[in-house]
């Protein structure tokens, strides 16, 4: 599984405008530096000794991030370590972008864009408003979609489908084969009636107030030092 998420993370970063992350024996860290959400590990195992150590005295202000295929055992070990669990799990998923469906809806406008290895797709309605949009992240042959909305006034009428398919045939263009991203629990049903396949679950904590406050040393716990 690390492989998927460390593949996952080259775009999605850039999709945030984040800089590298940065590897550990153990974990990758990204850093947001958004309120309430600092900086973010996401572990390269869900191996119950591994996710015990890293979940132990979180910082307030960190998140916890477990891809894994025992979504409630890892559950279980971050609140038990004190961690504020997500109300939401969210779900890796795949899908091989030369197989993924092109609908599309001739009320809306397309519109595509390229700022390096980013690509956006707007759905403009008659009044030039934005009715849908997304964007994916390039990275070698993988296309890393993210942050995929339709406006509420537009919902039901399949636009999310019409930017997921568009983004797709963009990642093709650019000689991707595989498109992933991190699907939310309402995200996933489109994205399910898309082809994409799920390949884990994400669990995600926070480090709360009785957790460590800087947590200094956990990069150098993480690195085997």
């Known amino acids: ?13 850039l999709c945030r405008g984040l800089e590298p992350v940065t590897e550990y024996d153990d974990a990758y860290l990204a850093v947001l530096r958004l309120p309430g959400r600092e900086r973010e590990w996401f572990a390269r195992t869900d191996d119950p000794a591994t996710v015990d150590r890293l979940a132990a005295d979180l910082p307030v202000g960190t998140w916890l991030t477990v891809t894994t295929h025992d979504g409630d055992r890892v559950a279980g070990q971050l ?13 890796l998923m795949a899908v091989d972008v030369h197989e993924h469906p092109q609908p599309v809806n001739d009320s809306y406008r397309l519109e595509r864009t390229t700022d390096g290895a980013l690509e956006y797709v707007r759905l403009l309605s008659a009044d030039g408003g934005v009715a849908a949009h997304g964007m994916m992240g390039i990275v070698g042959a993988d296309a890393v979609m993210h942050d995929i909305q ?7 009428r ?15 263009e650019r ?8 699907a939310t629990t309402d995200g996933f049903h489109l994205y399910r009636k898309l082809d994409w396949s799920s390949e884990a679950t994400m669990v995600t904590a926070s480090g709360t107030a ?4 800087v947590g200094g040393d956990l990069g ?5 030092g």
């Open 1 to 13: 599984m690390d492989h998927l998420v460390r593949r996952w993370l080259a775009g999605w970063r």
């Open 158 to 172: 399949g636009l999310g489908s019409v930017v997921m398919g568009a983004l797709a045939q963009r990642a093709i």
């Open 79 to 91: 609140a038990a370590a004190g961690g504020q669990l997500l109300d939401e799990r969210r779900t």
């Open 150 to 156: 339709t406006d509420p006034a537009h919902r039901r």
């Open 220 to 224: 150098a716990v993480l690195a085997g």
């Open 175 to 182: 000689g991707s084969r595989t498109g992933l991203l991190m």
């Open 210 to 213: 009785g957790a460590g406050a």
